[in-house]
């Protein structure tokens, strides 16, 4: 079974940074895409950031040039750090791991940490 264990949320004023962290434990194939999405009160859950196992970014348009995202294959962890934040940047912050193997593919989330900017 695989776990995601995400840390690093919290409140910060509009300016500021956090940096999230997301490791994953248990059968991790070495080909995979680890990601951060958000949910914010009342919308849908959106991409912010992925990123795959050979390194290759991808970034939500309202957070490039503020967030960066990388990962340690050795230690199954992927982090964003987020400079710059902003109120609109408030919502609850989900890691994401999608592996394909042979037959099927398998899609696991963390729990979700919140992130909070004041303004």
């Known amino acids: 079974q695989v776990q995601l264990v995400e840390s690093g949320g919290g409140l910060v004023q509009a300016g500021g940074s956090l940096r999230l962290s997301c490791a994953a434990s248990?059968?991790?194939?070495?080909?995979?895409?680890m990601g951060w999405y958000r949910q914010a009160p009342g919308k849908q859950r959106e991409l912010v950031a992925s990123?795959?196992?050979?390194?290759?970014?991808n970034y939500a348009g309202s957070v490039k040039g503020r967030f960066t995202i990388s990962r340690d294959n050795a230690k199954n962890t992927v982090y964003l750090q987020m400079n710059n934040l902003k109120p609109e940047d408030t919502a609850v912050y989900y890691c994401?791991?999608?592996?394909?193997?042979?037959?099927?593919?398998?899609?696991?989330w963390g729990q979700g940490t919140q992130v909070t900017v004041s303004s």
């Open positions: 248990g059968i991790i194939f070495s080909s995979n895409v």
């Open positions: 990123i795959t196992s050979g390194g290759s970014t």
């Open positions: 994401n791991l999608d592996m394909k193997g042979s037959f099927r593919a398998y899609e696991y």
